[in-house]
């Protein structure tokens, strides 16, 4: 119980009037920014974070991130609801069946259970960080220099293997990323790398620049090379609220996808990309409507959004006590830590408490804040889409070059923005995700010291950097990872493979609803109407956004 007693003391640095009003700022910016399409929690971060330079207190400083970082996740859900657009990539499942439910005139309830599920599995999730950071600092200490850097390869490796089209693109990404944070002096001999005789770069490049480059400049561009005339078309929405029914069905959905979504956050090889699909796999299988999955199912949007938030919740646990980000949004918090010399780790907890309990105090304040704010404020919300791309994205460029020169004042690191944004479209443009290079970016460096210190330990020994219990067991975990798509196309399918039906009539033999019976019409020459169903909603999908 001393994690919730901690809390309790961390309520006393929140609630004063200040921070509380640095709180309601950042839920207010990080809702109204979130909300516009194609912006995720990540990219509201990092084009709000120069706001907070001025700030002196880095503790007033983290509590408006707080609000912006459960503002940001709110803002995706709306904008995946009523757009079909989702601002990140965990948001993808809210908008299959938020926008259905949209287009029935159930944007109201759509947007009622996605905001009353991500209160309930931020404040469960909230607790619950509180109740598990100090178990896992007490572990963390007892870490050395091979199990730290055995954790990162894990890191490294599982967010290249969920993300992106293919674990090559992924991997491509990620290679991008480390080489980019390999630019500057290197700390252990002094000598330059990757400067090419520029004075500027010496220091290396600062990951604002790299997160601001990459999500909002890469957006802007990819947007600009595919803007079409006229607009968007517009759900209109009333106030959200959700009947009795809609509350029957959405209360364990939410529980469920609070339980789902909090492990896969809290673990370094997290995220919330694969939990917020099991969610919805979840709830199809357990909906006793499951034919409405796919036309507007309530469940569809409560489950997978409680799923979010609470791994949104359970990604500060590696975090502040390993200073490990398993997603885009908690690595730009990372930078912002950074930019006040800050390292988050198994020692922060201990030199800087008031910190970190008054943030996750000011955490549980903010989503409190949010219920409040946008159940009566999302007719509002849904006006904010009505503004033209051209000026929202030519926003988006001012404010992101503005925050790019904040951080150093040079102009040189403007053109450093221009370069990594051109980079990040190209990355666009070839399916290449962004979250791998960002997290490249911030643990290359570190994994590089890591490594070092333990070959410098074992006199240069490869054996020094698996010599230990633990670091063999995260070795056995990405040996896993890596063989898993092998184990399951070489052993599970061919063990699960349906085996053909002999002596039937072929006309009213029932086929496989799978892939399987999609390939055997195909080649019977039958239409494939799953095909075609598919090639219909991508091309739907495509003319919304």
């Known amino acids: 119980m001393g994690g919730l007693s901690d809390l309790i003391g961390g309520f006393s640095t929140a609630l004063t009037p200040a921070n509380l009003l640095y709180a309601f700022i950042g839920v207010l910016l990080g809702t109204a920014i979130g909300v516009l399409p194609g912006i995720g929690p990540a990219m509201a971060i990092a084009l709000l974070l120069p706001i907070t330079y001025g700030i002196d207190d880095p503790v007033a400083a983290f509590i408006m991130f707080a609000g912006i970082y459960y503002g940001g996740m709110y803002g995706g859900s709306t904008t995946s609801i009523l757009l079909n657009t989702p601002g990140e990539s965990a948001s993808v499942m809210t908008a299959i069946e938020g926008n259905k439910m949209a287009k029935r005139g159930r944007a109201a309830q759509a947007l009622a259970t996605a905001a009353i599920g991500s209160f309930i599995a931020g404040t469960i999730g909230t607790l619950l960080v509180a109740l598990l950071a100090p178990t896992v600092v007490r572990l963390a200490v007892q870490l050395g220099a091979p199990d730290m850097f055995a954790i990162m390869v894990l890191a490294f490796l599982a967010v290249t293997s969920v993300l992106g089209s293919s674990r090559v693109r992924g991997l491509a990404s990620l290679l991008l990323g480390l080489t980019i944070g390999l630019i500057g002096i290197d700390q252990v001999s002094g000598q330059q790398r990757l400067t090419y005789d520029i004075p500027q770069l010496a220091d290396g490049i600062d990951v604002i620049v790299v997160a601001v480059g990459l999500f909002a400049v890469g957006e802007a561009l990819w947007v600009a090379a595919h803007l079409r005339h006229g607009t968007a078309g517009i759900i209109h929405t009333g106030r959200a609220r959700m009947g009795r029914e809609d509350w029957a069905r959405s209360w364990k959905p939410w529980l469920r996808g609070t339980a789902i979504g909090f492990p896969f956050g809290a673990v370094p090889a997290g995220g919330a990309e694969l939990p917020t699909f099991l969610s919805y796999v979840t709830e199809k299988r357990f909906s006793k409507r499951p034919e409405e999955f796919g036309h507007g199912a309530i469940e ?41 010399g800050i390292q988050p780790g198994p020692l922060l907890l201990s030199n800087e408490p008031e910190l970190v309990w008054g943030l996750l105090a000011s955490l549980l304040i903010g989503n409190a804040m949010l219920l409040v704010l946008n159940l009566p404020l999302a007719p509002m919300w849904a006006r904010l889409l009505r503004i033209p791309r051209p000026y929202l994205y030519a926003g988006i460029l001012f404010f992101a070059s503005l925050g790019a020169y904040a951080v150093n004042a040079s102009t040189f690191d403007l053109m450093v923005l221009f370069v990594i944004g051109v980079i990040g479209f190209a990355m666009r443009r070839f399916g290449l995700p962004v979250m791998p290079a960002i997290i490249g970016v911030i643990l290359g460096p570190r994994a590089e010291v890591q490594m070092r210190r333990a070959l410098q330990i074992s006199d240069g020994e490869i054996s020094g950097l698996f010599n230990t219990t633990f670091a063999v067991t995260v070795y056995g975990i990405v040996g896993l990872l890596i063989l898993w798509p092998l184990i399951n196309r070489f052993v599970i399918r061919r063990r699960n ?19 399987t019976g999609a390939a055997l019409r195909r080649s019977a020459g039958a239409p494939d109407h799953t095909a075609t169903a598919e090639r219909e909603d991508h091309h739907n999908a495509r003319e919304d956004s």
């Open 300 to 340: 569809g949007v409560a489950g997978p959004e409680a799923t979010n938030n609470a791994s949104a919740a359970g990604g500060l646990v590696p975090l502040l006590t390993l200073g490990l980000p398993t997603t885009a949004t908690a690595a730009v918090l990372l930078a912002a830590f950074q930019q006040y």
């Open 497 to 515: 493979r349906p085996v053909p039906v002999t002596g039937s009539d072929p006309a009213t033999a029932e086929e496989p609803a799978t892939e």
